[in-house]
């Protein structure tokens, strides 16, 4: 079973608008990283954190966290095209392996111009 | 390029057939894991190795699945007697120790 699931399932908004999309969680957590994954290209790590973080930045990215309620938001700001993807977030879990990731089953972003 | 690599990329076979895939890792990167994702689907955890050391191992990985990390190094993932069902993306990542992990760009598998 998948630890995170990420919400909306699907998005599609235009160039310049910001996306929003959640990922709630099961149980505690080490971190909790957001991935992008464009059509038929590996993932890429976008931002990772912790669980005494509440929120992060990096660069158009903005992440928060919420252990109590058990959730995670990523914004996007000043969408472009090229943002295009799927985004999942994933858990390290704390009460398994240390760096074993669990995925949502993602958020697919679609970015018009 | 000194990313995260994987052969072949994409694999077709007939059904009872064995595969084996390959990852290169990041150099210096103790961390190594395979992940399997299906469409529309995050990737699913399958095994991980510290070093050479195979630290842990899914309940979806049955025997007919086997992991090797020789050396600390490379790593292979061998399938036997492959099942329409495994027909999937075989993701392979590398990490140092527990840091964000970077992904390769997957082998598919096709199975008949």
């Known amino acids: 079973s998948q630890q995170g699931e990420e919400d909306p399932q699907a998005l599609s908004i235009q160039e310049g608008e910001n996306a929003t999309m959640n990922c709630s969680y099961k149980?505690?957590?080490?971190?909790l990283q957001w991935y992008r994954q464009n059509s038929g290209r590996g993932l890429v790590h976008l931002i990772l954190?912790?669980?005494?973080?509440r929120e992060k930045h990096s660069g158009r990215l903005r992440v928060t966290l919420d252990t109590s309620k058990k959730s995670s938001s990523l914004l996007i700001t000043a969408s472009r095209a090229a943002d295009t993807a799927s985004y999942f977030c994933?858990?390290?879990?704390?009460?398994?392996?240390?760096?074993?990731?669990?995925f949502g089953a993602g958020t697919q972003v679609v970015v018009t111009p | 390029d000194t990313g995260v690599s994987q052969d072949p990329r994409h694999k077709i076979t007939k059904r009872g057939q064995n595969v084996t895939f390959r990852c290169d890792p990041i150099s210096e990167h103790n961390r190594l894991y395979w992940y399997r994702q299906t469409l529309g689907q995050g990737p699913e955890f399958l095994t991980y190795?510290?070093?050479?050391?195979?630290?842990?191992k899914s309940r979806l990985l049955s025997d007919r699945f086997s992991a090797e990390r020789p050396k600390g190094s490379f790593s292979t993932l061998e399938i036997q007697r492959t099942e329409q069902g495994d027909s999937a993306m075989y993701l392979c990542?590398?990490?140092?120790?527990?840091?964000?992990?970077?992904f390769g760009p997957g082998t598919r598998l096709t199975v008949l």
């Open positions: 149980t505690s957590i080490n971190n």
């Open positions: 994933a858990t390290d879990v704390a009460s398994d392996s240390w760096g074993k990731l669990q």
């Open positions: 954190i912790r669980s005494n973080e």
């Open positions: 190795f510290q070093n050479e050391a195979q630290l842990e």
């Open positions: 990542a590398s990490s140092p120790v527990v840091h964000e992990q970077f």
